[in-house]
């Protein structure tokens, strides 16, 4: 299983067909198509969600940070120990198959299981306890010493540097790869690769005609193309390595989108009066909320909602008896979670035109509603424009994020390419496929009963 995070189908299936013969030759040969990504369609919840077919409200995961507790400043990084669902390799542990994991996010702290595992973006460094069994990480550093799990800052304008941090990170994960392939026993063999990801949000704009800053003939022009023919090449040699009636899945968690602006979502609820400061923000300084709420600038007596950024928006409202100083009564919260969903949903780009955001209940989404979830989900401009946390922009729109530079968003249809070799004919395309439809996919393949509890359906 080739996991390849934010690998846009349009590139895979249409645009650079002829370029990915490797992939295109499993794609004929096998079961491929959109993979409709989880909400919110990013890394974490995603691969979590993926490979245990619970949805991101069963898992309590609604983003890479989330609340700890009602309190209006306690986040927490949504590690392993965040997740409570067994995933594909806790299956397959229990019924004596042997998984070699690689890089698959929410794997850190990592967790024993019946093979091997190294951990995922999240591991804050080499230095980290990162590998099961633990010695395996010594084996890791002795074949690449200079092993990343991360590209550091990859928002940045030092695009050459961007370049060769990613090639660098993904050539080491592969070298690891090439050297477990052969020498591990494995029934499951999983490696998730974060540089699809990286580039993206690093080069998005240089090859998308679409996008308010492409140039054409810009020297970047061919870079995303250039490692997508890559990260092709060293598929086709795991797929000349392993025994030729293995069965092969590649999959991404959800895809990529130019990225149109971004909505100040505190500063517009800020001026519609829903989020209340001690003061406005000070003439030309730019000011997270949290840095706000540190210094004691938000008035929790009259504030009905507040917001955070990334690439979707979550709102939250001030609830009598939930939060500290919860002003929304019970008995109101419908209502007023109802106007704020019709209010976001209404906002219109820099222009005065429609942009079609779209806005959910997690009650409504969801199997279950565990841990601290938003009170609404919102895909501003159906995830062409992006959820910007912080205040004083002078307006609700701006168009330089405030975490750094970043060309794209995600996109809700991932994609999948299934090859089962003992299965005749081929290139058959499934619509409507689904995130949680991997797991019991794999499952079955593997000769595996498929939990009951499990929302998705396997796809062969």
Same mark, same amino acid.
């Given at each position: ?22 992939l ?13 990504s ?23 995961v ?6 700890a ?101 993904t ?25 699809v ?19 054409p003939?810009? +020297?970047?022009e ?5 490692? =997508? ?5 060293? %598929?086709?040699?795991? !797929? $000349?390595? #392993? ?64 917001g ?9 409202l ?5 939060? +500290? ?7 109101? =919260? ?5 106007? %704020?969903?019709?209010k !976001? $949903?209404? #906002? ?8 079609g ?23 501003f ?71 009951r ?8």
């Open positions: 299983m080739v996991g390849l995070d934010c690998a846009a189908p349009e590139l895979v299936f249409d645009r650079w067909r002829s370029d990915l013969p490797n295109s030759c499993l794609a004929a040969a096998g079961t491929w198509g959109k993979l409709r989880c909400i919110p369609a990013i890394t974490v919840p995603a691969w979590s969600a993926m490979l245990s077919s619970r949805d991101p409200g069963v898992l309590g609604y983003g890479f940070r989330n609340r507790d009602t309190s209006y400043s306690r986040m927490v990084t949504a590690t392993s120990e965040h997740v409570r669902e067994k995933r594909i390799w806790d299956y397959l542990s229990e019924s004596g198959k042997r998984s070699v994991v690689i890089g698959v996010p929410q794997t850190f702290p990592v967790r024993p299981l019946n093979g091997c595992l190294i951990s995922d973006f999240l591991t804050p460094g080499r230095h980290s306890p990162f590998s099961y069994p633990p010695q395996l990480k010594e084996e890791v550093l002795r074949i690449a010493p200079d092993y990343e799990f991360d590209v550091k800052d990859f928002r940045t304008d030092d695009k050459d540097r961007l370049l060769t941090q990613i090639y660098a990170m050539d080491a994960r592969f070298k690891v790869v090439d050297a477990l392939l052969t020498s591990e026993p494995w029934d499951f063999f999983m490696v998730v690769e974060i540089g990801d990286r580039i993206h949000h690093g080069f998005w704009s240089h090859h998308d005609p679409q996008h308010f800053r492409h140039q003939g810009n +020297p970047y061919r870079t995303i193309h250039d490692y =997508y023919v890559h990260l092709d090449h060293k %598929l086709g040699e795991w !797929l $000349a390595t #392993i025994p030729q009636d293995t069965s092969v899945l590649v999959v991404s968690d959800h895809g990529a989108k130019r990225m149109d602006g971004g909505i100040c979502i505190n500063e517009w609820l800020w001026r519609e009066g829903y989020l209340a400061l001690r003061e406005p923000p000070r003439p030309g300084e730019i000011i997270t909320l949290e840095r706000l709420i540190e210094r004691e600038g938000v008035d929790w007596s009259r504030t009905v909602a507040w955070s950024g990334g690439y979707y928006g979550r709102v939250f001030n609830v009598q008896g939930r939060e +500290p100083s919860g002003v929304v009564a019970p008995a109101e =919260y419908e209502s007023v979670r109802d106007e %704020l969903a019709r !976001l $949903a209404s #906002i219109p780009d820099h222009r005065g035109n429609p942009i955001t779209r806005v959910f209940k997690p009650q409504e989404i969801y199997q279950q509603v565990n841990g601290i979830a938003p009170d609404l989900i919102v895909y401009g159906d995830l062409f424009w992006r959820s910007v946390g912080s205040l004083g922009h002078g307006g609700i729109h701006t168009f330089s994020n405030d975490t750094g530079p970043d060309d794209c968003n995600h996109a809700e249809d991932g994609l999948f390419i299934w090859h089962d070799p003992r299965k005749p004919g081929g290139g058959r395309k499934v619509e409507e496929a689904q995130l949680m439809d991997i797991a019991p996919t794999l499952l079955r393949a593997l000769g595996v009963s498929v939990p509890a499990m929302q998705g359906r396997a796809l062969t």
